[in-house]
T-cell receptor
Framework: EAQVTQNPRYLITVTGKKLTVTCSQNMNHEYMSWYRQDPGLGLRQIYYSMNVEVTDKGDVPEGYKVSRKEKRNFPLILESPSPNQTSLYFC????????????FGPGTRLTVT | RKEVEQDPGPFNVPEGATVAFNCTYSNSASQSFFWYRQDCRKEPKLLMSVYSSGNEDGRFTAQLNRASQYISLLIRDSKLSDSATYLCVVIPNDMRFGAGTRLTVKP
């Protein structure tokens, strides 16, 4: 089954404790991205990747890191999480550029206390 | 002004009603437009693309008005299963999501 998977789905952590949210897709997509969704603000792009070893900042990259060592994986790293990073996070992938249909993962609900 | 603006709703309509949502965008260079549907606590999924000539998919019709810089989504004969949040997406050079319009269809 074609899908985007994220782990963990739910995470409660404390300020400053490094964490990684994994994202993996099995559709051989080149384009992958991370979004955060907050009430009233919609989805905002954090980082995106056009291909392996190619990543770029989105609208809200501060406090986040990503890597793309393999085509299928695109982990999101929070080196020192803060409460303002409490949000719902989605990973997405598509076969071409951003104009193609985006397939989203199930989401990761992160709470930083 | 936000790049993409939607009426957040909620829109509460009875089954069988026709409901329409609009989404305005600020970047006149935008080239691609989509509507996504998001169920509560779930991931967004593509509902339909929006073409310059307008397009229809069953009970759903999407239209683009470049002169006034808005896209619209019309849902006819609403079903209970249409209850969701509808996100418009505008692409000048990357994806810009609206905050979503929440629709509740009631029996």
């Amino acid at each position: 089954e074609a899908q985007v998977t994220q782990n963990p789905r739910y995470l409660i952590t404390v300020t400053g404790k490094k964490l990684t949210v994994t994202c993996s897709q099995n559709m051989n997509h080149e384009y992958m991205s991370w979004y955060r969704q907050d009430p009233g603000l919609g989805l905002r792009q954090i980082y995106y990747s056009m291909n392996v070893e190619v990543t770029d900042k989105g609208d809200v990259p501060e406090g986040y890191k990503v890597s793309r060592k393999e085509k299928r994986n695109f982990p999101l790293i929070l080196e020192s999480p803060s409460p303002n990073q409490t949000s719902l996070y989605f990973c997405a992938s598509s076969s071409g550029t951003v104009s193609y249909e985006q397939y989203f993962g199930p989401g990761t609900r992160l709470t930083v206390t | 002004r936000k790049e993409v603006e939607q009426d957040p709703g909620p829109f509460n309509v009875p089954e069988g009603a026709t409901v329409a949502f609009n989404c305005t965008y600020s970047n006149s260079a935008s080239q691609s437009f989509f509507w996504y549907r998001q169920d509560c606590r779930k991931e967004p999924k593509l509902l339909m693309s929006v073409y310059s000539s307008g397009n229809e998919d069953g009970r759903f019709t999407a239209q683009l008005n470049r002169a006034s810089q808005y896209i619209s989504l019309l849902i006819r004969d609403s079903k209970l299963s249409d209850s969701a949040t509808y996100l418009c997406v505008v692409i000048p050079n990357d994806m810009r999501f609206g905050a979503g319009t929440r629709l509740t269809v009631k029996p």
